[in-house]
C-alpha cells in the first residue's frame, strides 16, 4: 500500500470534506499529525472507524507544533497538558509534529518557548518509547545539539527534510535511528532536497504530502493523489524503479512508526 508519512487530516477539511473516502479508494498509510484537542480526538475518531472497516490504518500522532507559540491562538503549555495525558493514556503512536522553526523574526523571538516545549515532549518520546516527528527549519544545529537525547528515541522522522545528505549522514552516525522525509519539493526540483533523495540511503527515505500544506505546482492544496508523482520522481533522482522503491518505502514506513 502508499504510505505517506506525514499528513494533517483536520485541516484537510478546509480544502475537500471527501479526503478520508479518497484516502481509502488509494489505499494510503498515513502518519496523520494533530496540535490540539479539537484537531486529534477527530483524527483519532478516523483512526478508530479505519479499524473497524479494516480500511488502511492511520498512525496517530501529536506534538505542540514549535510554531504555536508565535501565533499566539493558544496557549502551548495547555497544549503540552493535553499531549502529556494522551501519551500517559497511550492514545498516540508518535509524538508530533514538535522541534524548532527558526525561519523568521517572528519564530526566532519564540525560541526560548520552542526550546522548552521540545525538551519536555521528547523526555516524553523517551520514557514511553514513542517515535518523534521533527518540523525543523534553520534549526539543524539544535538538533545536533539534542543527539545524545535523540538516540535514546526509538525513531526519529524528519518531516520534510531540508538538510543535506552529509548531515544526515551526520545524524546517523551519532546513532539517530532517523528517516528522511521527501514530499512535493523534489517534483518541484528544489536543488538540496533533490540531492538528499538521492544520496541518503534507501532504507532512510519516507515520503509524505503533508496535506494540505506542500502543494504540487498548479494545486492549491496537497492530498493522495499526489503520491504517485512523488514516487516517481524519487524513484527518478534515484535510478530506482518505483515498484523496487515503494517496497522499500514500505517497509521503512513500518519501521518509522513501530508498526
Same mark, same amino acid.
Given at each position: 500500500?502508499?504510505?505517506?508519512?506525514?499528513?494533517? @487530516?483536520?485541516?484537510m477539511?478546509?480544502? #475537500?470534506?471527501?479526503?478520508?473516502?479518497?484516502?481509502?479508494?488509494?489505499?494510503?498509510?498515513?502518519?496523520?499529525?494533530?496540535?490540539?484537542?479539537?484537531?486529534?480526538?477527530? &483524527?483519532?475518531? !478516523? +483512526?478508530?472507524?479505519?479499524?473497524?472497516?479494516? +480500511?488502511?490504518?492511520i498512525? /496517530?500522532?501529536? +506534538?505542540?507544533?514549535?510554531? $504555536?507559540?508565535?501565533? #499566539?491562538?493558544?496557549?502551548?503549555?495547555?497544549? /503540552?497538558?493535553?499531549?502529556?495525558?494522551?501519551?500517559?493514556?497511550?492514545?498516540?503512536?508518535? @509524538?508530533?509534529?514538535?522541534?524548532?522553526?527558526?525561519?523568521?523574526?517572528?519564530?526566532?523571538?519564540?525560541?526560548?518557548?520552542?526550546?522548552?516545549?521540545?525538551?519536555?515532549?521528547l523526555?516524553?518520546?523517551?520514557?514511553?518509547?514513542?517515535?518523534?516527528?521533527?518540523?525543523?527549519?534553520?534549526?539543524?544545529?539544535?538538533?545536533?545539539?539534542?543527539?545524545?537525547?535523540?538516540?535514546? $528515541?526509538?525513531?526519529?522522522?524528519?518531516h520534510?527534510?531540508?538538510?543535506?545528505?552529509?548531515?544526515?549522514?551526520?545524524?546517523? #552516525? #551519532?546513532?539517530?535511528?532517523?528517516f528522511?522525509?521527501?514530499?512535493?519539493?523534489?517534483?518541484?526540483?528544489?536543488?538540496?532536497?533533490?540531492?538528499?533523495?538521492?544520496?541518503?540511503?534507501?532504507?532512510?527515505?519516507? !515520503?509524505?504530502? =503533508?496535506?494540505?500544506?506542500?502543494?504540487? *505546482?498548479?494545486? *492549491?492544496?496537497?492530498?493522495?493523489?499526489?503520491?504517485?508523482?512523488?514516487?516517481?520522481? +524519487?524513484?527518478?533522482? *534515484?535510478?530506482?524503479?518505483?515498484?523496487?522503491?515503494? /517496497? &522499500?518505502? =514500505? =517497509?521503512?514506513?513500518? *519501521?518509522?512508526? @513501530?508498526?
Amino acid at each position: 500500500m502508499p504510505t505517506d508519512s506525514h499528513c494533517h @487530516l483536520y485541516d484537510m477539511l478546509r480544502y #475537500r470534506q471527501d479526503a478520508e473516502a479518497e484516502r481509502r479508494r488509494r489505499a494510503v498509510i498515513c502518519a496523520a499529525s494533530s496540535w490540539n484537542a479539537e484537531d486529534f480526538l477527530y &483524527t483519532e475518531a !478516523l +483512526a478508530q472507524k479505519a479499524a473497524a472497516d479494516n +480500511a488502511p490504518p492511520i498512525v /496517530l500522532c501529536c +506534538a505542540v507544533h514549535p510554531q $504555536v507559540p508565535a501565533a #499566539r491562538t493558544h496557549n502551548p503549555y495547555d497544549l /503540552l497538558s493535553f499531549v502529556e495525558s494522551m501519551v500517559q493514556e497511550k492514545r498516540l503512536n508518535a @509524538l508530533g509534529e514538535t522541534g524548532f522553526d527558526l525561519f523568521n523574526d517572528a519564530f526566532r523571538q519564540t525560541e526560548a518557548v520552542q526550546d522548552e516545549l521540545f525538551a519536555v515532549q521528547l523526555e516524553y518520546a523517551q520514557t514511553h518509547s514513542l517515535p518523534l516527528v521533527l518540523h525543523i527549519r534553520k534549526a539543524l544545529h539544535k538538533v545536533f545539539a539534542a543527539s545524545r537525547q535523540l538516540k535514546k $528515541v526509538p525513531a526519529v522522522v524528519f518531516h520534510a527534510w531540508s538538510g543535506t545528505a552529509t548531515e544526515g549522514q551526520a545524524l546517523l #552516525r #551519532r546513532g539517530i535511528n532517523a528517516f528522511f522525509s521527501f514530499g512535493s519539493s523534489i517534483t518541484l526540483n528544489h536543488k538540496a532536497a533533490v540531492r538528499s533523495c538521492a544520496d541518503l540511503p534507501a532504507e532512510r527515505l519516507l !515520503l509524505e504530502t =503533508d496535506a494540505p500544506y506542500q502543494p504540487l *505546482r498548479g494545486s *492549491r492544496f496537497s492530498q493522495w493523489a499526489d503520491l504517485p508523482l512523488i514516487l516517481h520522481s +524519487a524513484a527518478h533522482i *534515484r535510478g530506482e524503479s518505483p515498484q523496487s522503491l515503494s /517496497l &522499500t518505502l =514500505d =517497509d521503512n514506513f513500518t *519501521r518509522a512508526y @513501530l508498526l
